[in-house]
């Protein structure tokens, strides 16, 4: 299925979690887009085997909180891209969180990710910064968990990682 969340005041508040290609074959999608807001807990992209799912929050203005905990590509296949003022923030994300997981996070001109850590699991999963903002809101002495040289990748539109004064290490180097 897909849902637009479109349009200054456009609100979709979850009490609990809310799950994007969260069963089967098919390909689930979510835009948030021109001023939209959209809320939950815990938030799943592509969550179980077989599951796709893709979600774009885009436009100043637009968001996408969870309270939570942020899962791209939790079993299935995730793509999440942020862009043009859109913003998503997570208490903790994690990319392809199973070994059957695959999942993106596109940060790309102007979208925010506002997380304490980003980690990977098991499965295949990468970052790429394209003009986009990673603001970090704790101290963390592994950024990156999870992912190896060649993963966290730098491209034409670089990228900004905004620490907040807190203290970040990261234990590879950026591709790009």
Same mark, same amino acid.
């Given at each position: ?19 994007? *290609? ?12 021109? #001023? #939209? ?7 799943? /992209? ?12 885009? *436009?100043? =203005? ?21 862009? !043009? =003022? ?34 990977? *699991?098991?499965?295949? #999963? ?5 003009? =986009? ?18 993963? /966290? /990748?730098? !491209?034409?539109?670089?990228?900004? /990682?905004?620490? *907040? #004064? ?11």
């Amino acid at each position: 299925g897909t849902a637009t969340v479109t349009g200054a005041g456009a609100t979709w508040t979850n009490s609990s979690n809310l799950a994007v *290609g969260g069963s089967g074959a098919g390909v689930g999608e979510l835009t948030v887009a021109d #001023g #939209g807001a959209v809320s939950n807990v815990n938030g799943t /992209i592509g969550s179980s085997n077989n599951a796709n799912g893709r979600v774009t929050v885009t *436009g100043t =203005g637009s968001s996408w909180t969870n309270s939570g905990i942020l899962f791209l590509a939790n079993n299935g296949t995730g793509a999440l891209t942020v862009a !043009d =003022g859109g913003l998503v923030a997570a208490a903790t994300t994690i990319v392809a969180q199973d070994a059957t997981g695959t999942g993106v996070l596109r940060l790309e001109s102007g979208g925010t990710l506002v997380t304490q850590q980003i980690w990977k *699991g098991a499965g295949a #999963g990468s970052v790429v910064f394209d003009g =986009g903002i990673l603001r970090l809101t704790g101290n963390r002495p592994d950024l990156f968990t999870g992912f190896a040289a060649g993963t /966290i /990748i730098l !491209d034409a539109g670089g990228g900004t /990682i905004d620490t *907040g #004064g807190f203290e970040v290490a990261t234990g590879f180097g950026l591709a790009g």
